[in-house]
């Protein structure tokens, strides 16, 4: 079962590892009883988000606006083949 952490308990994470760089990713996140996975990917996000990530690596922003437009193109998709759908139905219904 996944636990859902707040934002401010992920902020006090990522500064927790930013502030003590002689300790492991690992061994803190032993001791906050979250998954050292999680937590690198928190302190990747924040690095993103400051700038320090990857090229082409998206920041939190970016991602919640991609989320935001795959949702509304889904929304978009659906309309669309309920109007060919009745595009269809009414084009049958004229020839009767």
Known sequence: ??????????????????????????EIAREL????????????????????GQPGELTSSEREELKRLRKQTAEQQKTIEILRKAAA??????TR
């Not at 937590?39 to 924040?46: A, E, K």
């Open 89 to 94: 139905y009414f084009a049958t219904e004229t």
């Open 33 to 52: 009883g979250v998954s050292p996975e999680g937590l690198r990917g928190w302190v990747n996000r924040d690095g993103a988000d400051r700038g320090e």
């Open 1 to 26: 079962m996944s636990k859902r952490y707040t934002e401010e308990f992920k902020r006090d994470a990522v500064a927790l590892v930013r502030s003590l760089p002689e300790r492991t990713v690992t």
